[in-house]
């Protein structure tokens, strides 16, 4: 069972270092934490039939202040029955460890430790904020698309900046869809039914359903459904209207997908055109990645750059433009100009398990700033904080921050600057 060995095998104690050796130069004006979510399964019964992406939720997270590392710390999220693995995001000046399928987020401290179970978003129905919501820079509102497994409908919910509830909109659907993720405009929700769904609580893939994407204003009322061909869709880079349509750039891959092996599928970057009567889908990078990201003061408008991972979930070779196959790897960032159709690749070696990146802003411009990730340090057999410049992305890291353990392959996080 490849999810708990290698760069996925689990972690057993909480640790906390303070004082982190870095190699490099820790940018002074990055000031906050990054901080990541994941599966950390300890104890596994059948390993045989084990899910990666199930597990205890455990936050891994560095702090830096005026060119220093100060510390590192992992905490499980202690929450009773299934904890938050997802994602772990700021609102209202709180810090929350996200997940979906009808389980309440959970609150952590400023260190990491949680604070107990909470209903962000939370709705008369019993609905909290799903694991990918996502915030509207321009408003500072909390955007949730959520489901509850055994529900034939989803709630649309919007959260203010103070942490209020202001807007639910129910959306029937004809089963309980696993809806990880969605795109978001400035005008619109966009969202998709694919054929991955549950039937009563096992999740799985079934054939004979089709794809369909609806389009919802985000003051709430009918969606507009457009069938596609059958796809698989992992998640959303980011999304803008632009005049009568609405542009969606988001990582899919052919189906059938399997929960329980995930890395099997090849997923790659698109570009979907929504207008009032059909999709226009194009391939903009065929090469496989996953985990995207955006400077998050561009989401929901148009913009330039996109940051996705070629990570060792997938295991696929991924060749850089230009590189033999032979010397491919299968662990990289890319860097993408959607404006010029080019791209940029930080490779990592063989070993050097990379996941998501996120953003830290550092100026006006787009790309002014840096991108933040762990990555493993096999000669350490620990990991490594890596502060790449976003401006020079194929150059040497500005610096390693070197923690004192490994840090698991994971899912998301977020860059959480001192206000």
């Not at 330039?304 to 991924?318: C, E, M, V, W």
């Not at 433009?321 to 063989?350: I, Q, S």
């Not at 830290?360 to 700033?369: F, I, L, P, R, V």
């Amino acid at each position: 069972m490849k999810y708990l060995e290698g760069p996925f095998a689990p972690v057993a104690e909480e640790v906390t270092a303070y004082d982190l050796p870095v190699t490099g130069r820790i940018p002074a004006e990055l000031n906050g934490r990054y901080l990541r979510n994941g599966p950390n399964p300890l104890g596994v019964e059948d390993p045989v039939v084990h899910i990666w992406g199930m597990g205890q939720g455990m936050v891994h997270g560095v702090r830096l202040r005026d060119g220093q590392a100060e510390w590192y710390r992992n905490r499980f999220v202690r929450t009773p029955g299934f904890a938050p693995m997802v994602h772990v995001i700021e609102h209202a000046q709180r810090t929350f460890a996200m997940v979906e399928g009808g389980l309440p987020p959970a609150e952590l401290d400023e260190e990491l430790n949680t604070v107990g179970v909470c209903e962000l978003g939370g709705t008369a129905e019993g609905f909290t904020a799903g694991a990918h919501s996502k915030h509207d820079p321009l408003t500072g509102e909390l955007h949730s698309l959520s489901y509850m497994v055994g529900h034939d409908f989803v709630q649309y919910i919007v959260t203010d900046a103070g942490g209020t509830v202001i807007q639910t909109t129910g959306i029937p659907m004809t089963r309980t869809p696993f809806m990880h993720d969605f795109a978001l405009t400035e005008n619109h929700v966009v969202l998709w039914d694919t054929p991955l769904g549950f039937d009563g609580f096992d999740c799985r893939w079934l054939p004979e359903r089709p794809t369909r994407v609806g389009v919802m204003p985000r003051t709430g009322g009918d969606v507009r459904w457009l069938d596609i061909d059958p796809i698989h869709v992992s998640h959303t880079l980011n999304a803008y209207d632009d005049g009568d349509s609405i542009v969606v750039d988001l990582v899919t891959a052919e189906g059938p997908f399997d929960p329980a092996g995930p890395g099997a599928i090849r997923p790659m970057l698109d570009r979907w055109t929504i207008t009032p009567d059909r999709i226009h889908q194009r391939r903009f990078d065929d090469r496989p990645q996953d985990f995207p990201r955006v400077n998050e003061a561009r989401a929901t408008r148009p913009y330039r750059y996109g940051y996705s991972a070629a990570a060792a979930l997938y295991g696929i070779p991924f060749a850089p433009e230009g590189m033999p196959p032979d010397d491919a790897f299968t662990n990289a960032l890319v860097k993408h100009d959607l404006e010029r159709g080019t791209t940029e690749v930080h490779g990592f070696g063989k070993d050097e398990a990379v996941g998501e990146a996120v953003f830290a802003a550092a100026g006006q411009d787009e790309d002014e700033g840096y991108l933040l990730t762990y990555v493993h340090n096999p000669l350490r057999n620990a990991s490594d904080l890596v502060i790449l410049s976003a401006q020079d992305f194929t150059g040497e890291p500005v610096a390693r921050v070197h923690l004192p353990v490994r840090v698991p392959l994971g899912l998301h996080g977020n860059w959480m600057p001192d206000r």
